[in-house]
């Protein structure tokens, strides 16, 4: 075996970190070993209207699970991200906001932040007719607005539902109805890389789908749109006569906060519930600890707030620390493939939180792009969303850190809240592509994945489980907790299954190897395979269709789809091409096919299952592995599978 190199931090980074190896340790056992007191004391970090008693009260025993922490508490989460920072920092930048154009740029200080969110709480309120649990879908650009929305939803108790702006209409509406949203706030377009997405045009094809619910449409690049009268609302006549002062809502710590819609390996995407308490003390905890965020940083995520990443990571967790936190419109190609770099020089970014997919992009263009730019307040680099490998780990090191930045590979999920597995900077020796440790209050196993039996002793290797939840943790599916009993708690009894394997090394250090179900990571962009299969069977001249992933060398992994025509239908280029459309309107670009392969026949089994093992090897070029076929109803399919692969 070679030798894997490790990268400790400096001495001087350690010296001044919040947690080295040692304090490392110390909390990783007082988490496991005294929840209850570990974590009331955690809980200290936030500002509690009524501070909690009862701190952890969860069953993972199936079919009864339930997840409850702080359940007496009392807080509101726009309170603590807003309202406490007050006395001390209302003159600080709460959020720089870098337009997609580079001329353009502005400071919001947590004053400005205040106003702004009590204004729209006020206009949500009083305007609009929105209270307590009623459900908010935002639908809009990375602007400020979109974090002053969630904002103001937490404020009065309304739990909002964020839809990814690069969504279909089609996409949308299923996600509007699926939470009977009271509201959906978008705005005129979204600019991106230079184009205008139209986003209020996409809302009006929603609705024309769904039902009319009422729509609230920020002016961002002041696109002539339709406004429909009595269900459409200009933001800005509104919040004008808003007062900025809105109480905020006492909320109970297990009251919900938000909904996200994932993905998974079967059916519709499931509505991700999160709470407040557990959900915004967990955000808050790993922010400052993975990033060692100290006051004073400038702190960058790169993601949109359409993903959980964008939730915990440039909304709640920074803003309830207090941070000053970047806000990003655009892409790292637009202008040019230096735009991250330069973005880093001008607001003199500490921590720069990105994905991998984004990394073997920019490495394509070798290093002259990044050392154009002055990029010394770099202190912490991290990356999410998929496995990373080790030559974008070492370039990411080398060329953007200087070697001099330790990097944190966060492993977690929609469903986790916030990071999971993942190094602290000043605590242990990185290992490019490993996730290295679970953070405090995280108990991972690895189980064998046919006996479910925990693997004991190192090095092991099957699907990675938690034994214990964690605050952060999801608490249902929105509408249908046996899906979320069925989806995580019921192939390995008595655990959470996150849907990843993992190898644990000789060191006991963790390393993600991807997932095992049929969720594929494109672009670090969670897909079923299952909803791109629907959404081909659903054009008039699909009968069937398989898809599975395919080794990509910039997206991680392509999508690859096997589709059988109806009877007569021609096979041509032309409706590839269609077809390859079609997908992007069902459910928008993201799940564009990278490979439609004509399949006259699919490999079944004689109970008519789809043989996708069979497949995925087609996709991959690796034939030699095809292992047993013979279980197939018809053999000779996968012969011509082969002999018409698509070219990647
Ligand atoms: C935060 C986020 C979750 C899935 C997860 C896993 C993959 C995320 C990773 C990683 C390897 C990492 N994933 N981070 N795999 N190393 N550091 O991405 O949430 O969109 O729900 O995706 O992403 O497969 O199960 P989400």
């Known amino acids: 075996m070679t030798e894997i190199k490790t990268y400790p931090p400096s001495a001087d980074f350690v010296k001044n970190a919040h947690i080295d190896a040692t304090k490392y340790n110390e909390m990783y056992a007082a988490s496991i070993n005294d929840p209850d007191g570990f974590w009331a004391k955690q809980a200290e970090r936030l500002t509690w209207a009524k501070t909690p008693t009862k701190i952890k009260n969860v069953s993972f025993a199936h079919p009864d699970v339930s997840i409850k922490w702080f359940e007496d508490g009392e807080l509101n989460v726009s309170a603590n991200c807003i309202d406490r920072h007050l006395d001390t920092r209302a003159d600080q930048t709460a959020i720089i906001w870098e337009s997609d154009d580079p001329g353009i740029s502005k400071h919001i200080t947590y004053l400005e932040l205040s106003e702004q969110v009590n204004k729209l709480a006020n206009v949500l309120k009083n305007d609009l007719g929105i209270s307590k649990g009623d459900r908010v879908v935002l639908y809009m650009p990375m602007i400020p607005e979109a974090a002053y929305a969630m904002l103001a939803c937490a404020r009065i108790g309304a739990i909002h539902s964020i839809v990814f702006a690069g969504f279909s209409p089609e996409a949308l509406a299923a996600r509007v109805d699926g939470c009977a949203a009271a509201l959906v706030i978008t705005a005129d377009e979204a600019p991106r890389g230079g184009r205008n997405t139209p986003l209020k045009a996409n809302v009006d094809k929603a609705l024309a789908i769904c039902g009319d619910t009422q729509v609230l449409v920020v002016e961002r690049t002041g696109a002539d749109v339709n406004m429909q009268d009595g269900r459409d ?150 990356t999410v969303g998929e496995p990373i490998n080790p030559e974008a780990w070492n370039w990411y090191n080398d060329v953007v850190g200087k070697g001099t930045c330790p990097i944190v590979d966060t492993w977690w999920q929609t469903e986790t809240g916030g990071h999971m597995m993942t190094p602290l900077p000043g605590a242990h020796a990185t290992k490019p592509g490993a996730a290295m440790k679970p953070f405090f209050g995280v108990l991972p196993v690895v189980l064998e994945p046919t006996s479910g039996e925990e693997i004991h002793g190192n090095p092991a290797e099957g699907v990675l489980c938690m034994k214990d939840s964690w605050p952060g943790q999801m608490r249902t599916v929105y509408g249908d907790h046996d899906r979320f009993v069925k989806t995580y708690f019921s192939d390995y009894k008595g655990y959470y299954f996150a849907g990843d394997g993992c190898r644990r090394d000789e060191d006991g250090d963790y390393w993600i190897t991807g997932r095992v179900d049929d969720v594929i990571n494109v672009s670090g962009h969670r897909m079923g395979t299952a909803e791109v299969e629907s959404a081909l069977v659903a054009h008039p001249k699909v009968s069937e269709a398989a898809v599975v992933g395919f080794p990509h060398d910039i997206k991680g992994q392509g999508i690859y789809c096997y589709v059988t025509l109806m009877e007569g239908e021609e096979y041509t280029d032309e409706l590839k091409t269609e077809l390859r459309n079609w997908v992007r309107k069902e459910i928008g670009p993201i799940a564009s096919p990278d490979a439609i392969q004509w399949a006259p026949g699919l490999p079944k089994t004689r109970s008519g299952k789809i043989m996708r093992r069979i497949l995925r090897k087609i996709a991959e070029n690796d034939y030699g592995a095809l292992g047993d076929t013979s279980t197939l109803a018809d053999p000779s399919v996968v012969d011509d599978l082969i002999a018409n692969r698509v070219q990647k």
């Open 233 to 382: 609302h200009a933001y800005h006549t509104l919040m004008a006569h808003a007062s900025t002062d809105c109480p905020a809502e006492p909320m109970n710590a297990e009251d919900a906060l938000f909904i996200l819609y994932t993905s998974g390996s079967t059916g519709a995407p499931k509505g991700v519930l999160h709470t407040s308490g557990g959900y915004l003390l967990w955000a808050a905890m790993t922010h400052e600890y993975v990033f060692d965020y100290h006051d004073g940083d400038v702190y960058w995520c790169t993601a949109d707030v359409g993903w959980v990443t964008g939730h915990s990571y440039i909304v709640y967790g920074p803003l309830a620390n207090g941070a000053t936190t970047l806000m990003f419109e655009g892409v790292p190609t637009y202008p040019d493939v230096g735009r991250f770099w330069a973005v880093c020089e001008k607001h003199k970014v500490n921590q720069f939180y990105t994905a991998p997919t984004a990394i073997r992009a920019l490495m394509a263009h070798g290093p002259e792009p990044v050392e154009k730019y002055d990029l010394s307040a770099l202190k912490v680099l991290g």
